[in-house]
């Protein structure tokens, strides 16, 4: 399969990407970027957006990135730092960049923005398997 195709594959099998309302923006070997508006039945006890939308919204364009290079990648270590509060109606971007790859192991470094304003900063160490997309 064409590496610039997987992370749409993904995308289309991945239903809690599709329940965010993740769009992908730009993809390309090593690098991805992804979008989505945060929505009512997003937000916290607080009125904030969950913390978990920005993660999910980060780890969604770091899988889309890591696998883009052709081989099946599963994370196994990420982290996140929440920056700025999050509302109703901001519409966030995540763009995914491979900062390094080995054999085994890639790391990424994911920025989620609310237009050009960082609001989380995302790290992830992925495993690369033998297994090609099909």
Same mark, same amino acid.
């Given at each position: 399969m064409q590496a610039e195709k997987i992370p749409y594959k993904m =995308?289309? =099998?991945d239903p809690f990407s599709q329940w965010l309302g993740i769009e992908i923006l730009e993809c390309e070997v090593g690098r991805c970027?992804? $979008? =989505?508006a945060i929505r009512k039945? #997003? =937000?916290?006890? #607080?009125g904030k957006a969950h913390g978990g939308i920005s993660y999910s919204l980060a780890?969604? @364009?770091? $899988?889309f990135? @890591?696998?883009s290079h $052709?081989?099946?990648a599963v994370s196994i270590e990420t982290s996140i730092n929440h920056i700025e509060a999050l509302n109703e109606g901001d519409y966030l971007i @995540?763009?995914?960049?491979i900062e390094k790859v080995n054999n085994k192991l890639g790391f990424n470094i994911i920025e989620v923005k609310r237009g050009d304003e960082l609001v989380a900063l995302f790290k992830g160490v992925v495993y690369r398997t033998s297994k090609d997309w099909q």
């Open positions: =995308l289309s =099998l970027k992804l $979008g =989505l039945d #997003m =937000l916290n006890s #607080m780890d969604t @364009a770091f $899988g990135a @890591a696998n $052709g081989k099946y @995540a763009e995914s960049v």
